[in-house]
């Protein structure tokens, strides 16, 4: 084994026992809790040893670089679209990804129904909050979620999951709490005033940075890239 995919396997390794220990503290198993591999920069062979050291699902956040690496890799593992989404580079990202978790507009919404319909394809997707109500940020604002979260759910070709957010950049993890925790809170007032059922399972929250608090506050999907590929 060389350096570099022992490096990765112990980086896996440790930001899996990471979850498992922030887990317990929410009452919950690490093994409920989606490991999504961030490789946004990462190589070709770093995507390889981290998908036999057992990743499942990888996160991209540009169409053009994921096609790249699609092509090579294949779907062999889920691909998520985690970056901000373009709607005429719909078609691609309904040939690419399993769930896009950045759907911030109708418009969007539209562009992906119609190319997951032309696909003969059901697209898993996410909305995404613009949680501390940041300017320079993608997402769209708390107070119109559930809104959005309505008009998703009527495309025929896309099935509504959950939520996404990035907390705002703070210097310190622990004060991402109140965010991880309004968007836990929007989760659970979504699923309860539309009255989903099983289909409403996704809140993906947290990064290197913040996850273990993420997970405290109901995470069932961190986004992890330094910790697993630089540490
Ligand atoms: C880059 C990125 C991440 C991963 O960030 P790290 O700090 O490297 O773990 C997670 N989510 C999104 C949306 C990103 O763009």
Do not use: C
């Not at 169409?63 to 062999?76: A, H, L, N, T």
């Not at 078609?91 to 190319?115: P, Y």
């Not at 991402?176 to 836990?184: E, G, I, S, V």
């Amino acid at each position: 084994m060389d350096t570099r995919e022992r490096q990765i396997r112990e980086n896996i390794q440790t930001i899996k026992q990471r979850i498992d220990r922030a887990a317990k503290k929410s009452n919950r198993k690490g093994s409920d809790i989606t490991l999504l591999a961030v490789t946004k920069y990462v190589s070709l062979d770093d995507m390889r040893l981290a998908i036999d050291a057992g990743i499942k699902v990888v996160g991209e956040n540009k169409v053009q670089d994921s096609k790249r690496k699609f092509y090579q890799i294949g779907p062999v593992v889920d691909w998520h679209m985690i970056g901000h989404l373009q709607t005429n580079k719909a078609r691609q990202a309904a040939t690419i990804f399993t769930m896009v978790q950045s759907i911030d507009s109708t418009k969007l919404a539209d562009a992906l129904d119609k190319a997951a319909g032309q696909l003969d394809r059901k697209l898993h997707v996410l909305v995404e909050v613009n949680i501390g109500q940041e300017e320079q940020k993608f997402g769209i604002s708390p107070q119109k979620t559930s809104e959005l979260v309505e008009y998703v759910r009527q495309k025929k070709n896309l099935q509504v999951n959950g939520l996404m957010a990035m907390a705002p950049y703070v210097a310190e993890a622990e004060l991402t709490r109140p965010y991880f925790k309004a968007l836990h809170d929007l989760f659970t007032d979504i699923k309860l005033k539309q009255h989903f059922g099983s289909n409403w399972h996704t809140l993906s929250m947290g990064m290197t940075n913040d996850f273990e608090i993420a997970i405290e506050e109901g995470a069932t999907l961190v986004r992890i890239g330094t910790g697993l590929f630089n540490a």
